[in-house]
């Protein structure tokens, strides 16, 4: 086993996330995480969870991405596992974050960050999201802000038509 660390075990975490970072390993090429998530019905994404997503990220559903249905993350992202979603959101914080910190580079904004998603095998609940960094400081925040991007947006009342 890897050494691992519970980024959450120091902070307060409200009952009602309904996504968890159990765990986050920085391996050498990979920063691998596990993502709880119980509640079944937010084991997958939904048009206005993305809607939301998309106002913030605005580049997420241009991602390159491996899925059934298309080159992108746009083709499938309305309906696909919300773990999956952690893990853009997580290559388009570190994309922008890696960007905004290293201005001595001027190759970082085509740094490009890859990443997959797949649920454990001994837990349903339980995705293992891997992502490659060159910071893993940044990498760790990124991870966190998605979750909290996330856990916010699902725990906001639908707003009411205006
Ligand atoms: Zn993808």
Do not use: W
Not at 25 to 41: F, G, H, K, L, N
Not at 77 to 100: G, K, N, R, S, W
Not at 103 to 124: R, Y
Request: overall charge negative.
């Amino acid at each position: 086993m890897s050494a691992s660390v519970a980024p959450n075990s120091s902070e307060s975490r409200t009952a009602q996330d309904v996504v968890v970072l159990e765990s986050l390993t920085v391996q050498p090429d990979r920063v691998e995480a596990r993502v709880r998530i119980d509640d079944p019905r937010y084991q997958f994404t939904t048009p206005e969870l993305i809607a939301d997503a998309v106002e913030e990220f605005p580049t997420l559903p241009h991602h390159t991405c491996r899925n059934a249905k298309g080159p992108t993350f746009g083709a499938v992202m309305d309906h696909t596992p919300l773990a999956h979603l952690v893990e853009h959101l997580v290559i388009d914080l570190q994309t922008h974050e890696y960007a905004a910190q290293h201005p001595e580079d001027s190759t970082a904004h085509q740094v490009v960050f890859t990443g997959t998603t797949q649920q454990s095998v001994e837990d349903p609940h339980v995705s293992i999201v891997r992502v490659s960094f060159r910071d893993d400081l940044i990498a760790l925040a990124a991870f966190k802000k998605a979750l909290h991007f996330i856990n916010r947006t699902l725990a906001q009342p639908s707003a009411p038509e205006a």
